[in-house]
């Protein structure tokens, strides 16, 4: 099984800056695909940034694209986490932010919610103007 962790989301003020991180437990693979989504009120959950395993491929949505910076910690090989780097934050990122992780590589980032096996419990980021 594996477990997915999330962490880093809070309340802050329009412009700030949040990291978030995605730790992996458990027995997963050693190449995966990581994404992260987000779900905000009565809205469908989005791709928001995706990397694979080594940071050799990513993609963002459009919507923070040059904002937001995904990456995997690569200071320490026994451990698997992900972060988000979430710069110039607007009340339109309010949302709850999940990281998700697949384990078959594609040739692009899957953006669709179907495409990941594991999903982290989700942590909240809220935004204010």
């Known amino acids: 099984q594996v477990q997915l962790v999330e962490s880093g989301g809070g309340l802050v003020q329009a412009g700030d800056s949040l990291r978030l991180s995605c730790a992996a437990f458990?027995?997963?693979?050693?190449?995966?695909?990581m994404g992260w989504f987000r779900q905000a009120p009565g809205k469908e959950r989005e791709f928001v940034a995706g990397?694979?395993?080594?940071?050799?491929?990513?993609?963002?949505?459009d919507a923070v694209r040059g904002r937001f910076t995904v990456s995997r910690d690569h200071t320490n090989h026994t451990t698997n986490i992900v972060y988000l780097q979430m710069n110039g934050l607007t009340p339109e990122d309010t949302a709850i932010y999940y990281c998700?992780?697949?384990?078959?590589?594609?040739?692009?980032?899957?953006?669709?919610?179907?495409?990941?096996?594991?999903w982290g419990q989700g942590t909240q980021v809220t935004v204010s103007s």
């Open positions: 998700a992780l697949r384990r078959k590589l594609t040739v692009t980032i899957p953006l669709i919610p179907d495409e990941y096996e594991y």
């Open positions: 458990g027995r997963h693979p050693s190449i995966f695909t």
């Open positions: 990397t694979t395993w080594n940071g050799g491929r990513t993609d963002y949505a």
